[in-house]
């Protein structure tokens, strides 16, 4: 599979990695009118992915998106359906959570060795952080399936008399950790 990103991405330019490759597939103007509607593209490395598992008969994950964060980051620049949007900052709030417990592990092994303190506190403090925004996505994540039908910018809201401030509220602070 990875041989085949690599040849798709030499197509772009030579020695590109996968992993900055986009690709776009569409169909020419004499292609019948049902091959013309429909556009689709995203990161080489899933079609190399949806390839590999083509030629070779193996099972195809059904949309899946990419874990990497790199190719999530592609993922954004093709996401062109609400849905799809939703599922990247879903994605995005999982690899999240998942850096939050590495940062855990590091900060438990950073006590288990008696590295300086502050090492623990500022790990403990970047492992809720992370957790933090990882449930602050899930909670907004919802939002992109929807397209907003009216103008919801602070100066529309201003020029319907609404307050252009909007109140955000903080997750509560974490416990503090016992050492």
């Known amino acids: 599979m990875h041989d085949l990103a ?13 992993r900055d490759v986009t690709v776009s597939f569409g169909a020419r103007r004499q292609a019948p009118i049902e091959y013309r509607s429909r556009g689709r593209g995203g990161p080489v490395t899933v079609y190399a ?6 030629l070779y008969g193996l099972p195809t994950p059904g949309e899946s998106l990419p874990t ?7 993922a ?6 609400p849905e799809q949007k939703t599922a990247v900052l879903r994605q ?5 959570r ?17 590295f ?5 506190e500022q790990l403990a403090t970047a492992h809720d952080q992370a957790q933090q925004i990882a449930q602050a996505l899930d909670r907004v994540a919802p939002a992109f399936s929807h397209q907003p039908t ?5 100066r529309a809201r201003a020029a319907h008399g609404q307050s252009a401030t909007t109140l955000v509220t903080s997750p509560p602070s974490p416990a503090p950790r016992h050492r």
């Open 6 to 18: 690599r040849a798709l991405a030499d197509q772009l330019h030579p020695g590109a990695a996968p």
């Open 49 to 54: 992915q949806a390839l590999h598992a083509a």
């Open 68 to 74: 990497a964060l790199d190719a999530l980051l592609q």
């Open 76 to 81: 954004t620049h093709t996401a062109t359906v």
């Open 92 to 96: 995005v709030a999982e690899q999240l």
């Open 98 to 114: 998942n850096a939050a417990e590495i940062i855990q592990r590091y900060q438990y092994r950073a006590q288990w060795d008696r």
């Open 116 to 120: 300086p303190t502050d090492v623990a």
């Open 150 to 154: 009216t103008d919801t910018t602070p």
